[in-house]
Nanobody
Framework: QVQLVESGGGLVQAGGSLRLSCSASGRTFSSYTMGWFRQAPGKEREFVARINWSGTSIYYVDSVKGRFTISRDNAKNTVYLRMNSLKPEDTAVYYC?????????????????WGQGTQVTVSS
């Protein structure tokens, strides 16, 4: 069992930056693929980024490539999402997710554990 807790959300102006953190419980964090998803009002939850256990395989949705960076610190059981050049369309609740093993997982149903989410609001 893994428990995930996100933090770092907030209100920021367009063009600004935020860093989200996701802290995980459990001794096997380093074996999990970690993902970030987001859900804007009235929209379905969408994949944002994922990182494998070692940080050697990373993937982003096209809309955030070049602006967002996912990383992890296995010693701290934490995964991060650095968000630069934020746009109003990035406004959403951001969720951290985890699953065992390594793979090309980008669908909600492929992830076993979820955090409660953190709100990111980008004003124009």
């Amino acid at each position: 069992q893994v428990q995930l807790v996100e933090s770092g959300g907030g209100l920021v102006q367009a063009g600004g930056s935020l860093r989200l953190s996701c802290s995980a419980s459990g001794r096997t964090f380093s074996s999990y693929t970690m993902g970030w998803f987001r859900q804007a009002p009235g929209k379905e939850r969408e994949f944002v980024a994922r990182i494998n256990w070692s940080g050697t395989s990373i993937y982003y949705v096209d809309s955030v490539k070049g602006r967002f960076t996912i990383s992890r610190d296995n010693a701290k059981n934490t995964v991060y999402l650095r968000m630069n050049s934020l746009k109003p369309e990035d406004t959403a609740v951001y969720y951290c997710a985890a699953r065992t093993g390594s793979g090309m997982w980008s669908f909600q149903s492929e992830y076993e554990y979820w955090g409660q989410g953190t709100q990111v609001t980008v004003s124009s």
